[in-house]
């Protein structure tokens, strides 16, 4: 069935640190693929997404690429600050059905001064 | 300001004791959803709505109801709560039914039943 496998946390991090968060999807169509953050006590944020093979998504200096080849939606920062310190969810949404996010656990980040 | 708003945010109560958590969005949304989420689990959905007077089962709806007489609320129905139904609550809301479309959140309900 349809899922979304992605890296354990909790993921610890000294300031400016490279981050990388892997995430891959299964899914028997061709979906949108999202990343949303929650910090402590939120709700959840988009935080970008990409809709169709090759695009990717940016902001706040995240980024992750749509790979179709490799059903992989990654996300990056060459370099992370404590106010980034949360739970990143990787998700994806099809155009039949429920037309639901389908999440994966999430990865929580911890990033030290 | 565009928002989706849950009440209660928090709330304690006990088995068996009916409670409604209510969900409301301000964007003119079609789609609505209810998600639950647990610790190393993500978010499920319990239940959803394309539109007023259509709604349908997610993946754990058990023990939840839902109505939609009105597009702006979506409210979620705990007839009879049991302990393994503690958990954060969220609900979502999004234009349309294309994926390329986000759901945006509401800040959460946290239950706990006893």
């Known amino acids: 069935g349809n899922s979304v496998t992605q890296m354990e946390g909790p993921v610890t991090l000294s300031e400016e640190a490279f981050l990388t968060i892997n995430c891959t999807y299964t899914a028997t169509g061709y979906p949108s693929l999202f990343w949303y953050v929650q910090y402590p006590g939120e709700g959840l944020q988009l935080l970008l997404k990409?809709?169709?093979?090759?695009d990717k998504g940016s902001n706040k200096g995240f980024e992750a690429t749509y790979r179709k080849e490799t059903t992989s939606f990654h996300l990056e920062k060459g370099s992370v600050q404590v106010s980034d310190s949360a739970v990143y969810f990787c998700a994806f949404r099809m155009d039949t059905g429920r037309r639901a996010l389908t999440f994966g656990s999430g990865t929580r980040l911890q990033v030290q001064p | 300001e565009a928002q989706v708003t849950q009440n209660p945010r928090y709330l304690i109560t006990v088995t068996g004791k009916k409670l409604t958590v209510t969900c409301s969005q301000n964007?003119?949304?079609?789609?609505m959803s209810w998600y639950r989420q647990d610790p190393g689990l993500g978010l499920r959905q319990i239940y959803y709505s394309m539109n007023v007077e259509v709604t349908d089962k997610g993946d754990v709806p058990e023990g939840y109801k839902v109505s939609r007489k009105e597009k702006r609320n979506f409210p979620l129905i705990l007839e009879s709560p049991s302990p393994n139904q503690t958990s954060l609550y969220f609900c979502?809301?999004?234009?349309?039914?294309?994926?390329?479309?986000?759901?945006?959140f509401g800040e959460g309900s946290r239950l706990t039943v006893l």
């Open positions: 979502a809301s999004s234009t349309g039914l294309a994926r390329t479309g986000e759901l945006f």
């Open positions: 964007m003119n949304h079609e789609y």
């Open positions: 990409a809709t169709k093979a090759d």
